[in-house]
């Protein structure tokens, strides 16, 4: 199951909208086989696995190991249930369920059903946190939100209306100043590293304020990748036309209600899955005061400010990680189970 679910990574930037999925077939304690799902309308994990054995004859006797339970319907593809049945093989071990209202336990049934042994919940919790995002958004009916912002050592997350008369800042990657000093947060990495994350949301938001000030474009300059939809709050429809936002190098999204609730629904019908909230300051208190997130990411650089916009206070959250990049610490929270 850890092969199935280091598998299931490989598919990180093609899988999406739907699961990560890996899979492997065992026989007679050898790995005869073993595939994962690449891009959406393509093979499942389970076809690929399938496909990749030399010796079809021993999938009679094998064991198809899966991180998800396999799918039960007809989308894109055939149902993954059909194809093991098809082919007689006589055990499947899942990792976990498929919680998509689609599948949700009929694949396990259709398995059990036709004769099939049908083991469930091994490395279920490694299984599940491979694909929060794609459960976030079929149990909660909304995309799952990533809070990111920099700031300095000292908890500064930008200039206040005083500084930046002295001073225009670029783009919102986490370059922010002080007292009309140009204070570069970001290293050239880690900002490749934000572009990153860019790639892999379906969506990036900011505040009518960081548009005004910032002028972001908000696109995937420094990885490759699709560039996400841009939405910004502008509650008083005060945004001009000539802002980069409003280029042709994505779509944007004027949002013009100061409902977030309502907001996720408009992004859950549009089929967003992640959303990415890169700020200003006051619109990421409002999403953590709302409970709208799932993982926040802070950058801390190695600089004191002594005065400005302070950063967001954290929510009760559990650290997942910490890591030091070009001199900066950038952690990951996410919400506590």
């Not at 548009?211 to 005060?238: F, Q, Y």
Request: aromatic fraction near 6%; glycine fraction near 8%; charge should be positive.
């Amino acid at each position: 199951m850890r092969r199935c679910i280091q598998l299931a990574r490989n598919g990180q930037a093609g899988a999406a909208p739907n699961p990560m999925v890996g899979a492997v077939i065992v026989c007679d304690g050898k790995i005869i086989g073993e595939g994962y799902h690449r891009r959406c309308g393509g093979p499942h994990a389970e076809v690929n696995a399938i496909r990749s054995v030399r010796r079809p004859e021993l999938l009679e006797r094998s064991t198809i190991y899966v991180s998800l339970e396999p799918c039960a319907h007809y989308g894109k593809t055939p149902p993954c249930a059909d194809l093991i049945i098809e082919k007689r093989i006589p055990r499947c071990v899942v990792g976990c369920r498929d919680s998509f209202e689609k599948v949700d336990g009929l694949g396990i049934k259709k398995l059990r059903d036709a004769g099939v042994e049908v083991v469930v919940g091994v490395l279920e919790k490694e299984c599940q946190e491979l694909n929060r995002r794609f459960f976030t958004y079929h149990t909660s009916k909304r995309p799952f939100v990533t809070l990111k912002w920099a700031q300095s050592s000292d908890g500064i997350i930008g200039q206040n209306a005083e500084q930046k008369k002295s001073q225009q800042c670029g783009d919102n990657d986490g370059t922010n100043g002080s007292a009309g000093r140009r204070v570069a947060f970001s290293t050239a990495l880690t900002t490749t590293l934000v572009h990153r994350m860019r790639a892999l949301s379906d969506a990036i938001l900011v505040g009518g304020r960081t548009a005004l000030a910032d002028n972001p474009s908000l696109t995937v300059r420094s990885w490759h990748g699709k560039n996400p939809l841009r939405v910004v709050i502008d509650t008083h429809d005060s945004l001009p036309s000539t802002l980069a936002l409003f280029n042709e190098e994505a779509e944007t999204l004027v949002w013009k209600d100061n409902d977030l609730h309502a907001l996720m629904d408009e992004l859950y019908g549009r089929k967003v899955q992640t959303l990415m909230v890169e700020g200003g300051a006051e619109v990421l208190r409002r999403f953590i005061e709302a409970g709208l997130w799932d993982e926040i990411r802070v950058e801390t650089a190695p600089v004191v400010l002594g005065a400005g916009v302070k950063a967001p206070s954290l929510p009760e959250a559990r650290l997942v990680s910490t890591d030091t990049i070009d001199g900066n610490e950038i952690r990951c929270f996410r919400r506590k189970m």
